[in-house]
């Protein structure tokens, strides 16, 4: 929204779909509008009847400066002003800092880093990456996960004089006192998938808790699963360094606060830096967005690196830390809740779909039964509940999970597992018979899956890659091999069974 206006149509309705005739022709409202800001454009005046009425708003950002911006557009009737507004139309523009154009920041006093900035432990430089092993005769195996890389970037590559690394965001000294909040607006830079954060405290008298938020809002995404958030105490002149990952080209909200019942002034000096790896799987027959599927009998797979926003070192590493056990129904009960506790309004009737599943566990350990058709939605969901049950062979009940499943100690035997899901349509429960219910184990020991820079080191197994530099829009290959088969573990034998790199 920096450099043009935007346009919003609003429509209003006035009346409720069951009143009467005579109810909606007496409904006629002469209003006159006006808004608390002048980089928002309305008609001065609106006649709004029964059937309600859009109007349009242009929202001018242009001229607003970095940061927060709110304003209300009201809507009086001339001749009842003392009765307030007849509605209100909230408006909010965020207008973040540009990292690319930056005068206002102030590069001689910046925070000195280290020459080599590690990634954050377990970063994935790619969001979604499916793997598979069996054994020698795998095919089509696949779960969802990311090649883990071990990567590090390099700074200081600007101008003598202590000017900036591009893609810096730089705030200091900021005063803060007990229960004071800032808040600053950051755009992302597209490509970027993680972020460097360093803090720096002043001369103050006693050790400060502050508070530290990093959020990101990303569509059908709660905001938790990518925030980052810590609370922690600095003692005078000290320094504070965490990486987090981030999504790119999109606004970060960055929040300093520091704890109410922390007395005294302080101050801090904060640098932002964005940096970003992606991977992406490059696949002989399909799109390469068809997703990454490594099974032993497909041989080495393709990658190719992006570097899109600085020099960066790369290291790279792959390794299996899950193990996915996908399991198909053994039966299924479909049937109608008849009770009169289960009858939905209008009479309508519900129906259950029960679904049984047999599996044998070979190792114990900590499983997490889970249902990826319908786990982690709730109140967006579109079935009425869903519910897990696993027993072992007494039927003994081990474990009772929802949307958001968790862990349960599994002891090596045969077991059971059970899903119902309730809809009040017949069809749609029929078309989910065939369900699957996946249980995911993380190895006690990774397995290390070998990485080379060539499809012969590839297929030799020669030596694997090393790290390597990459200048800002530069592109490398990297090869994934396959791990040795004495590493699997012993329950990944079977064609439904898959690893998570």
Not at 225 to 254: C, H, Q, W
Not at 335 to 351: N, Q, S, T
Not at 380 to 397: N, V, Y
């Amino acid at each position: 929204m920096d450099a043009f206006q935007h346009q919003t149509l609003i429509e209003l309705s006035t009346m409720p779909q069951d009143a009467s005739i005579a109810d909606r022709v007496s409904v006629e409202d002469h209003l006159v509008l006006s808004a608390t800001a002048d980089w928002v454009s309305i008609p001065k005046l609106l006649l709004l009847h029964h059937n309600g009425r859009p109007f349009e708003i242009q929202i001018d950002p242009t001229k607003l400066p970095q940061g927060l911006h709110y304003c209300e557009v009201h809507a009086l009737k001339p001749t009842e002003t003392w009765c307030g507004p007849l509605f209100r139309v909230p408006i909010t523009v965020i207008k973040p800092q540009d990292l690319l154009e930056s005068p206002d920041i102030d590069s001689t006093s910046a925070i000195p880093a280290p020459v080599v900035e590690p990634a954050p432990a377990g970063f994935r430089a790619t969001p979604q990456i499916a793997a598979g092993f069996s054994g020698p005769q795998a095919t089509g195996l696949s779960s969802t996960s990311g090649v883990e890389f071990s990567l590090a970037s390099t700074v200081g590559q600007g101008s003598s004089g202590g000017a900036l690394p591009p893609h810096t965001f730089k705030r200091g000294p900021i005063h803060l006192d007990a229960g004071q909040e800032l808040r600053y607006f950051v755009a992302v830079p597209a490509g970027a998938t993680w972020a460097e954060l360093s803090i720096r405290s002043g001369a103050y008298d006693s050790p400060k808790m502050f508070l530290i938020r990093a959020t990101q809002l990303v569509p059908d995404m709660r905001y938790t699963d990518i925030e980052y958030r810590n609370n922690l105490t600095m003692s005078p002149n000290s320094d504070f360094s965490a990486a987090f990952k981030v999504v790119g080209d999109s606004i970060m909200e960055l929040t300093l606060s520091q704890y109410w019942s922390t007395a005294g002034a302080s101050s801090l000096n904060i640098e932002l830096s964005f940096h970003g790896l992606t991977a992406e799987p490059i696949t002989a027959v399909g799109p390469a967005s068809s997703g990454l599927v490594l099974a032993a009998a497909a041989g080495p797979h393709k990658e190719l690196v992006t570097c899109p926003l600085r020099r960066q070192r790369i290291k790279p590493e792959a390794k299996l830390t899950q193990l996915n056990l996908s399991l198909k129904p053994k039966d299924t009960v479909l049937e109608p809740l008849l009770d009169p506790r289960d009858c939905l309004p209008g009479g309508r009737v519900a129906y259950r779909l029960i679904l049984n599943y047999s599996f044998s566990i070979t190792e114990s350990g900590k499983y997490k039964p889970c249902v990826p058709l319908t786990n982690r939605y709730l109140y967006d969901s579109p079935f009425e509940s869903q519910l897990t049950q696993i027993f072992d062979a007494h039927k003994r009940l081990l474990y009772t999970g929802d949307c958001s499943p968790e862990e349960v100690p599994l002891g090596k035997g045969d077991h059971t597992a059970r899903l119902m899901l309730r809809h009040d349509q017949l069809g749609l429960l029929d078309k989910l018979k065939g369900t699957c219910l996946v249980l995911s184990r993380k190895l006690d020991a990774p397995v290390t899956v070998p990485v080379h820079t060539s499809y012969a080191a590839a297929v030799t197994d020669a030596k694997p890659a090393n790290e390597s530099f990459l200048a800002g829009g530069d592109k490398c290959v990297l090869w994934l091999g396959q791990p040795a088969e004495d590493k699997l573990p012993k329950d990944a034998a079977g064609t439904s069974h898959v690893c998570a790199i």
